[in-house]
């Protein structure tokens, strides 16, 4: 088992920069790490993924150029940084940790609200 909690969100004006952060309760060294989001009414879809190497990689050519995935294993932490946010970036955004299908683990979600 893996405890994932997110913290870092809130809301945050247009065009401003948010930093999420996942804290891991266990090594996630093997472990291929995602932010997903949902928005309101939507289907939860991936935002970005690093895997156990370090590569990276993002939903569409949006989110690569104003997001940015990072894992700090000696933390056990993941990170999203967001930048020139948007409005329709608003949702619940979740971590997954990832070494199988049989192992995904899930944190609670947070709350990211971009709005004037």
């Known amino acids: 088992q893996v405890q994932l909690v997110e913290s870092g969100g809130g809301l945050v004006q247009p065009g401003g920069s948010l930093r999420l952060s996942c804290a891991a309760s266990?090594?996630?060294?093997?472990?291929?790490m995602s932010w997903y989001r949902q928005a309101p009414g939507k289907q939860r879809e991936l935002v970005a993924r690093?895997?156990?190497?370090?590569?990276?990689?993002y939903a569409d050519s949006a989110m690569t150029g104003r997001f940015t995935i990072s894992r700090d294993n000696i933390k056990n932490t993941v990170y999203l940084q967001m930048n020139s946010l948007k409005p329709e970036d608003t949702a619940i955004y979740y971590c997954?940790?990832?070494?199988?299908?049989?192992?995904?683990?899930w944190g609670q979600g947070i709350q990211v609200t971009v709005s004037s």
């Open positions: 266990r090594s996630i060294n093997f472990y291929a």
């Open positions: 997954n940790a990832r070494l199988s299908v049989n192992y995904s683990y």
């Open positions: 690093i895997d156990s190497s370090g590569t990276t990689s």
